[in-house]
């Protein structure tokens, strides 16, 4: 009996750390993250449900325009593209319908400096 509840109070804890760790890491994703960076261009794409189309990827349903902005970090070392699109209704709950508006701010700073960025999720 004794061993019983040694094996399920360590069974418990490391459930208990378990959830903490999976909780944090979904969090830190959902949360909004901020980079600096120097924009250097961007440009629309039509998309489907299975990616870019062209010649090997016909569109087969409805299709979307996803915006990409373009970024150099301030330092010069990497590149950045940053995917800028409306979620709709949909999964993730960020209810964002103004993708469209963002690419123009961001063509209008295209070699004026530094800019911030929000984005979602881990790069």
Avoid: C
């Avoid at 909780?23 to 990616?51: L, Q």
């Avoid at 699109?85 to 123009?104: C, H, I, R």
């Amino acid at each position: 009996m004794q061993k019983f509840k040694k094996y399920l109070r360590n069974f418990i804890f490391g459930f208990l750390i378990a959830l903490h760790v999976t909780a944090f890491a979904a969090i830190n994703y959902a949360f909004p993250h901020y980079d600096e960076a120097i924009i250097t261009g961007g440009e629309v794409k039509r998309m489907d449900k299975d990616g870019f189309i062209d010649a090997q990827n016909p569109a087969d349903g409805p299709t979307r325009d996803v915006y990409f902005i373009y970024t150099r970090e301030l330092n010069g070392t990497k590149v950045m593209p940053y995917r800028n699109e409306d979620t709709g209704w949909g999964l993730p709950l960020y209810f964002k319908f103004n993708s469209a508006d963002v690419q123009a701010a961001a063509q209008s700073l295209v070699g004026e400096g530094r800019a911030q960025i929000k984005y979602y999720g881990w790069r």
